[in-house]
T-cell receptor, first 115, second 109 residues
Framework: EAGVVQSPRYKIIEKKQPVAFWCNPISGHNTLYWYRQNLGQGPELLIR????????DSQLPKDRFSAERLKGVDSTLKIQPAELGDSAVYLCASETGGAGANVLTFGAGSRLTVL | SQQGEEDPQALSIQEGENATMNCSYKTSINNLQWYRQNSGRGLVHLIL?????REKHSGRLRVTLDTSKKSSSLLITASRAADTASYFC?????????FGQGTRLTINP
């Protein structure tokens, strides 16, 4: 099994440019998360999907960030326009969902550098 | 926002010694989890302890939970060089997993 796959692994852009990250979760995992991890910090939740529905996007900066999960499988996180403070690692995670403990499987992350 | 606070922020020990990391949190939880992150990688789940449990073991890992003090500890026994990583506690409440800031563990050969 491939695990949670993210791309690109690294992205360097200039401020005000757009950027997009892609995530393919583990097959059968209905719940998908996007986290942002700043250097030396723990991950912070941006958005959680149950199938194709965004059930928690309270911490997603909606003025510049958007996300989608078409057909309840792959997901894309977009930033437009990017700002210097957006430099971070963007982590995607998935789990089976439903009742019970939320044990997450993470991808390797997409490291964004905004110049 | 991050609920968990971890202590110490960094820990450096000799190979073979035991490593203890602590996590404190603020609100009631369903369970508490510990994850490991190697440099440049995603997080990997290590162990989960439910709110009605006090201690749990998995291999060289021992986790304790004190809900009255809202704190947990992770003990790694007989440390190895491969244990060098950042360790994060994560509290599960209201279907939301909130991570602490992590402890950076370095095992010196």
């Amino acid at each position: 099994e491939a695990g949670v796959v993210q791309s690109p692994r690294y992205k360097i852009i200039e401020k005000k440019q757009p950027v997009a990250f892609w995530c393919n979760p583990i097959s059968g995992h209905n719940t998908l998360y996007w986290y942002r991890q700043n250097l030396g910090q723990g991950p912070e939740l941006l958005i959680r999907y149950e199938n194709e529905e965004a059930v928690d996007d309270s911490q997603l900066p909606k003025d510049r960030f958007s996300a989608e999960r078409l057909k309840g499988v792959d997901s894309t996180l977009k930033i437009q326009p990017a700002e210097l403070g957006d430099s971070a690692v963007y982590l995607c995670a998935s789990e089976t969902g439903g009742a019970g403990a939320n044990v997450l499987t993470f991808g390797a992350g997409s490291r964004l550098t905004v110049l | 926002s991050q609920q968990g606070e971890e202590d110490p922020q960094a820990l450096s020990i000799q190979e073979g010694e035991n490593a203890t990391m602590n996590c404190s949190y603020k609100t009631s939880i369903n369970n508490l989890q510990w994850y490991r992150q190697n440099s440049g990688r995603g997080l990997v789940h290590l162990i989960l302890i439910r709110s009605n449990e006090r201690e749990k073991h998995s291999g060289r890992l021992r986790v304790t939970l004190d809900t009255s003090k809202k704190s947990s500890s992770l003990l790694i026994t007989a440390s190895r060089a491969a244990d060098t990583a950042s360790y994060f506690c994560a509290t599960d409440a209201a279907q939301k997993l909130v991570f602490g800031q992590g402890t950076r563990l370095t095992i010196n050969p």
